[in-house]
T-cell receptor
Framework: DQQVKQNSPSLSVQEGRISILNCDYT??????FLWYKKYPAEGPTFLIS?????DKNEDGRFTVFLNKSAKHLSLHIVPSQPGDSAVYFC????????????FGSGTQLTVLP | DTEVTQTPKHLVMGMTNKKSLKCEQH?????MYWYKQKAKKPPELMFV???????INESVPSRFSPECPNSSLLNLHLHALQPEDSALYLC??????????????FGEGSRLTVL
């Protein structure tokens, strides 16, 4: 049972345009959501996160939106750059002293020059 | 220092070999993790250490043996592995506190190939 789902395995976007990556979750205990970016042969790198008490968090070109009623979050990248081409993993965690992350299956973003 | 360092970066071993993967962090994190990642798949949790004690073992076969000698080090001992164990093995660390949001700091991984 996948508790965190990324239904789009891949996304291609033109440089300068907006990239929107989507993520859905089923576990209502999740209270923190994170996006990780991963280049080939490297470990995932934390990108941006959002607490369930918020509906938006912005950091430079990256904005994460959370819709709790729909159990949906999205990552917006604007403007997209070729260096943003990577696999993006959505992850969620529930309250616990040493939190575990539940990852989605990832979306390969390709930004075309 | 916000790095998690993993060695070796690449490892090739036979099914009868014994080898170890090592991980080190100096961020004062008291939770450390081993994940396994296959190509085009999300990281899969294997083990969690909290305050140097094994707190979670996700039903990992005994041919993988974790060890946490101190709060900065995490090892994964490998013995009698199978070719299907070939993967990228990721170490991560995090805080252990009420302020912990679940943000993990990952190392670059150790690419393991079992022949």
């Amino acid at each position: 049972d996948q508790q965190v789902k990324q239904n789009s395995p891949s996304l291609s976007v033109q440089e300068g345009r907006i990239s929107i990556l989507n993520c859905d979750y089923t576990n209502s205990m999740f209270d923190y959501f994170l996006w990780y970016k991963k280049y080939p042969a490297e470990g995932p790198t934390f990108l941006i996160s959002i607490s369930s008490i918020k509906d938006k968090n912005e950091d430079g070109r990256f904005t994460v939106f959370l819709n709790k009623s729909a159990k949906h979050l999205s990552l917006h990248i604007v403007p997209s750059q070729p260096g943003d081409s990577a696999v993006y993993f959505c992850a969620a965690s529930a309250p616990r002293s040493a939190r575990q992350l539940t990852f989605g299956s990832g979306t390969q973003l390709t930004v075309l020059p | 220092d916000t790095e998690v360092t993993q060695t070796p970066k690449h490892l090739v071993m036979g099914m009868t070999n014994k080898k170890s993967l090592k991980c080190e962090q100096h961020m004062g994190h008291r939770a450390m993790y081993w994940y396994k990642q296959k190509a085009k798949k999300p990281p899969e949790l294997m083990f969690v250490y909290s305050y140097e004690k094994l707190s979670i073992n996700e039903s990992v076969p005994s041919r993988f043996s974790p060890e946490c000698p101190n709060s900065s080090l995490l090892n994964l001992h490998l013995h009698a592995l199978q070719p299907e164990d070939s993967a990228l093995y990721l170490c991560a660390s995090s805080q252990v506190s009420a302020a912990n949001t679940g943000e993990l700091f990952f190392g670059e991984g150790s690419r393991l190939t079992v022949l």
